[in-house]
C-alpha cells in the first residue's frame, strides 16, 4: 500500500506506517494528513494487522509540525478547517480498534508532537526533540495538543512547552513521561517493532477492550467509567480467547488466540 507521502509496510501482523517527506522533514501538509486518515482507514479493516508503528523516513525528523507555507496562507474560516481537519485524524488514532506506538525517531515539533501524543504509546529515539512551537508563529497547537498534552504530563510543564514553545529533549520527555522508552537511533524501530509483536500476539478482543477502557476514563465520571469496564470484562469473558487463555493457564502451554 502507497499513499503518495506515506509507506505502509507490513509484516508479523504489525504495519508501519512512515510520513515520507523526509526533504522536509516529513512536515504534515493538508495531503500528507490525508494519506495518514487513508492508511488507518485502510488498516482498521485489515484483519491480519493487529498494531500499528508510525514513525518519520530518515533519521533526523518524526514530523516537523504543520507545513508552515500552508499555515501562512489561513484566514479565521479556513483556520478553523484547518485545525478540525488535523484534530479528526488524530482523533482517529486516538480512538483506533488496534494499538498504534509511536516511534518518534527525531524531530516531533508541533503537529508532530500532537501526532505523537494521539498515539497510544511512545518510544523515542535519544536525538529526539520534542516541542509545541506554535506561539513562535503567532498561533497555538490546534492539533489536539492543547487538550492532550496537559492530561498526558501535566497541566503546569504542559504551559511551559507551550507558553515557551521551546523543545525539549528525548531524556527530558522521558522524565516528565512525554515518552515510555527511549533507545538508540538504529535500535528505535527494530525495538519498537518487538513490542509491537509482542501485543499482536495477545488477544485481540482484551487489547481493544483495554483501550476503549483506558481512553474513556478521561472522559466519563468514575461510576460509569467502571460500569463500562465491568461490560468489556464481560465481553471479554464470553469470548473463545479468555477460555483459551485461562485453559492454557492451566494446562501450563502458551495460549494461541483466534480474536473470536
Ligand atoms: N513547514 C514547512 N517547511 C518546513 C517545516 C515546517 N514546519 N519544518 C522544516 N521545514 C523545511 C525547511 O524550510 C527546509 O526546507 P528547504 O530545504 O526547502 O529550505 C527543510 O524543511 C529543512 O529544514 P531546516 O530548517 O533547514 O532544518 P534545520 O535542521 O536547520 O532545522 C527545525 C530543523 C525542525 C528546527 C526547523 O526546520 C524548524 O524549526 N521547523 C519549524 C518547526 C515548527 O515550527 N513546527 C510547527 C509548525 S505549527
Do not use: W
Given at each position: 500500500m502507497n499513499i503518495k507521502n506515506v509507506i505502509v509496510d507490513k509484516e508479523d501482523k504489525v504495519a508501519t506506517v512512515k510520513i515520507n517527506r523526509p526533504e522536509k522533514l516529513n512536515t504534515l501538509s493538508i495531503d500528507t494528513l490525508n494519506d495518514l486518515k487513508m492508511a488507518f482507514k485502510l488498516l482498521a479493516k485489515d484483519?491480519?494487522?493487529?498494531v500499528i508503528v508510525v514513525t518519520g523516513e530518515?533519521?533526523?525528523?518524526?514530523a516537523a509540525g504543520a507545513d508552515i507555507s500552508e499555515l501562512n496562507q489561513l484566514n479565521e474560516d479556513s483556520g478553523f478547517n484547518f485545525s478540525k481537519n488535523g484534530q479528526e485524524v488524530f482523533d482517529i488514532i486516538e480512538k483506533y480498534n488496534k494499538p498504534v506506538i509511536a516511534a518518534v525517531n527525531g524531530y516531533a515539533l508541533g503537529g508532530g508532537c500532537e501526532l505523537a501524543l494521539a498515539c497510544h504509546i511512545r518510544f523515542a529515539s535519544e536525538n529526539a526533540k520534542f516541542g509545541q512551537p506554535e506561539v513562535n508563529l503567532g498561533?497555538?497547537?490546534?492539533?489536539?495538543g492543547t487538550q492532550r498534552l496537559s492530561k498526558l504530563i501535566n497541566k503546569s510543564l504542559a504551559l511551559e512547552m507551550i507558553l515557551s514553545g521551546q523543545h525539549i529533549n528525548a531524556a527530558e520527555a522521558y522524565r516528565i513521561g512525554l515518552v515510555n522508552k527511549i533507545f538508540k537511533q538504529e535500535e528505535l524501530l527494530p525495538k519498537t517493532l518487538e513490542f509491537a509483536k509482542l501485543i499482536a500476539q495477545k488477544g485481540q478482543i482484551a487489547i481493544r477492550g483495554a483501550i476503549q477502557a483506558i481512553n474513556l476514563s478521561f472522559e466519563l465520571q468514575p461510576g460509569e467509567g467502571e460500569n463500562l469496564e465491568a461490560k468489556l470484562f464481560a465481553e471479554c469473558c464470553q469470548s473463545k480467547d479468555f477460555h483459551e487463555g485461562t485453559t492454557a493457564f492451566l494446562e501450563k502451554r502458551k495460549p494461541v488466540f483466534s480474536n473470536k
Amino acid at each position: 500500500m502507497n499513499i503518495k507521502n506515506v509507506i505502509v509496510d507490513k509484516e508479523d501482523k504489525v504495519a508501519t506506517v512512515k510520513i515520507n517527506r523526509p526533504e522536509k522533514l516529513n512536515t504534515l501538509s493538508i495531503d500528507t494528513l490525508n494519506d495518514l486518515k487513508m492508511a488507518f482507514k485502510l488498516l482498521a479493516k485489515d484483519e491480519f494487522i493487529h498494531v500499528i508503528v508510525v514513525t518519520g523516513e530518515g533519521d533526523k525528523s518524526f514530523a516537523a509540525g504543520a507545513d508552515i507555507s500552508e499555515l501562512n496562507q489561513l484566514n479565521e474560516d479556513s483556520g478553523f478547517n484547518f485545525s478540525k481537519n488535523g484534530q479528526e485524524v488524530f482523533d482517529i488514532i486516538e480512538k483506533y480498534n488496534k494499538p498504534v506506538i509511536a516511534a518518534v525517531n527525531g524531530y516531533a515539533l508541533g503537529g508532530g508532537c500532537e501526532l505523537a501524543l494521539a498515539c497510544h504509546i511512545r518510544f523515542a529515539s535519544e536525538n529526539a526533540k520534542f516541542g509545541q512551537p506554535e506561539v513562535n508563529l503567532g498561533i497555538i497547537p490546534g492539533f489536539g495538543g492543547t487538550q492532550r498534552l496537559s492530561k498526558l504530563i501535566n497541566k503546569s510543564l504542559a504551559l511551559e512547552m507551550i507558553l515557551s514553545g521551546q523543545h525539549i529533549n528525548a531524556a527530558e520527555a522521558y522524565r516528565i513521561g512525554l515518552v515510555n522508552k527511549i533507545f538508540k537511533q538504529e535500535e528505535l524501530l527494530p525495538k519498537t517493532l518487538e513490542f509491537a509483536k509482542l501485543i499482536a500476539q495477545k488477544g485481540q478482543i482484551a487489547i481493544r477492550g483495554a483501550i476503549q477502557a483506558i481512553n474513556l476514563s478521561f472522559e466519563l465520571q468514575p461510576g460509569e467509567g467502571e460500569n463500562l469496564e465491568a461490560k468489556l470484562f464481560a465481553e471479554c469473558c464470553q469470548s473463545k480467547d479468555f477460555h483459551e487463555g485461562t485453559t492454557a493457564f492451566l494446562e501450563k502451554r502458551k495460549p494461541v488466540f483466534s480474536n473470536k
